[in-house]
């Protein structure tokens, strides 16, 4: 290897044969790592080059008294009110918390190899993926008590907690066409966004069994490119009078490009609440999650696994609620009577 090349744990992990959550514990000491394997990594470490992180030391008061903490984005709201909640929680357990971010392009693996590194006691991962059996992540879990938040769905190998994202999108989609829309446009941020992803399929099987045509829009991750691309989709979808929008990364950008156009007729309903939603004209219809209820929940299976449960993986759903403020209430161009809005009584058909 390069010495210009940074040797990572997974590089120790595979020379040694074994899973990276393995090698961490075997270089740190943990639990359940015989004598010869341990020598086995550390040789291979040494052979590699391979140094340890050891700053985690000084936050903590002993080993193994904190939790990982991977989320997708710092700058959407939705993942700092999870860490708030996960923090507070490990505080009261006496845990500190080491935090890591899988935004900027980084892997799963890119964010979680950090937590490895410091030998925490076990993660929360909320990078809106799910560990498959053969995955990264699953690799992890099978050794390390992991709990995914945000997650698309049960795991076969870790806790996790989340909502029925299919049933999120075809609520949304049962909402606006409830109003009268035939042309309904779901937008996202990406393929890769998992939990999105089940939320167009949500919307889809809803627009055909109505007897509809669905179309999706991809607007990507980048804050900056999203009003852009949320306006070049409006414009190639001109005939559509509402919009489901999948994920608050993309609402933003959407309800931006509604301004830009000139839009006001236009109907949107979203996945995930805003700051702010409702001042924006009309104010902002959306189908929010209960963020905190997710966070305390993680964070009760995690202090579980890591206390000595060891049942078969759980997986818990967070309920859903749908705020009518009045833009997902617009009815098409043309209809007859005024839209419903709450608090207001539809105006009398002359």
């Not at 341990?38 to 008061?61: D, I, P, Q, T």
Request: charged share 20%.
């Amino acid at each position: 290897m390069s010495p210009l090349t940074r040797v990572t744990l997974a590089d120790v992990a595979a020379s040694a044969g074994v899973s990276p959550s393995t090698a961490s514990r075997a270089l740190h000491g943990g639990a359940g790592v015989s004598d010869e394997l341990a020598a086995r990594v550390r040789a291979a470490a040494e052979g590699l080059g391979y140094r340890a992180n050891r700053n985690a030391r000084s936050l903590r008061r002993g080993h193994d008294e904190a939790i990982g903490v991977a989320v997708e984005d710092f700058t959407i709201p939705f993942f700092g009110r999870v860490v708030a909640v996960v923090e507070q929680a490990a505080h009261e357990r006496g845990y500190g918390v080491v935090i890591t971010c899988a935004g900027s392009g980084r892997s799963e693996e890119e964010a979680v190899e950090p937590l490895l590194s410091r030998s925490v006691a076990g993660l929360v991962v909320a990078t809106g993926t799910a560990g498959a059996p053969e995955g990264y992540l699953a690799d992890v879990a099978r050794e390390l008590p992991v709990v995914q938040v945000d997650a698309p769905g049960p795991s076969a190998v870790s806790d996790a907690v989340g909502i029925d994202n299919a049933a999120a999108g075809a609520q949304l989609t049962e909402h606006v066409l409830a109003s009268g829309h035939e042309r309904v446009l779901f937008v996202g941020s990406g393929r890769a966004a998992s939990t999105v992803v089940l939320r167009a399929e949500g919307y889809a099987a809803t627009m055909r069994a109505a007897g509809l045509t669905p179309r999706c829009a991809w607007l990507g991750y980048l804050p900056g490119q999203v009003p852009e691309r949320a306006v070049r989709a409006l414009r190639e979808a001109g005939d559509v009078t509402a919009v489901v929008s999948g994920v608050a990364r993309t609402t933003t950008g959407l309800v931006s490009a509604v301004r830009a156009l000139g839009r006001r007729d236009l109907a949107v309903a979203a996945v995930d609440d805003l700051a702010g939603a409702d001042a924006f004209d009309p104010p902002l219809t959306v189908l929010e999650q209960d963020v905190e209820d997710m966070g305390a929940r993680a964070a009760r299976l995690l202090f579980d696994r890591i206390g000595g449960y060891a049942g078969p993986p759980r997986h818990e759903q967070v309920a859903l609620r749908l705020i009518q403020r009045g833009s997902g209430e617009l009815p098409p161009p043309g209809a007859t009577g005024a839209p419903v809005i709450p608090g207001r009584r539809r105006a009398p058909v002359a």
